[in-house]
């Protein structure tokens, strides 16, 4: 089992038996890439709406830089938690909303988006 099915799995066990999709929808709808093969773990709308409808632990950011040159690729590739990018403003502005309690330390530590991006290098 990878990484992302054991995430939809403990998002999906959070839920009441009637906010379950069945776990291949969970699968499909709750990831922006569906290949459950890839080691992507950004989450599509509905996917955030889930993991807060079960109460799954979360850490906000702001994140002005997340549309830069090969950022997002970066997060696809290297963050290894699941994470929401939320557009919070008519200028693109964003919040990376991370689901893992050690990535949200670590960039709270760094205090900045830029030491943070270059911190996922080394992972």
Request: hydrophobic share 40%; net charge neutral.
């Amino acid at each position: 089992m990878n990484h992302k099915h054991t995430i939809t799995q403990d998002i999906w066990n959070r839920l009441a038996d009637h906010e379950r999709p069945a776990m291949d929808q969970a699968l499909m709808l709750w990831w922006r890439d569906v290949r459950v093969d890839h080691k992507g773990l950004r989450l599509s709308d509905k996917g955030h709406q889930a993991c807060e409808l079960a109460g799954y632990p979360s850490w906000s950011y702001e994140s002005p830089n997340v549309w830069g040159p090969g950022t997002l690729l970066r997060l696809n590739q290297k963050l290894p938690c699941a994470y929401y990018i939320k557009v919070t403003g008519a200028n693109s502005n964003a919040k990376l909303i991370l689901y893992g309690s050690e990535i949200a330390m670590m960039y709270s530590l760094l205090g900045d988006w830029d030491r943070f991006v270059a911190y996922l290098d080394t992972l």
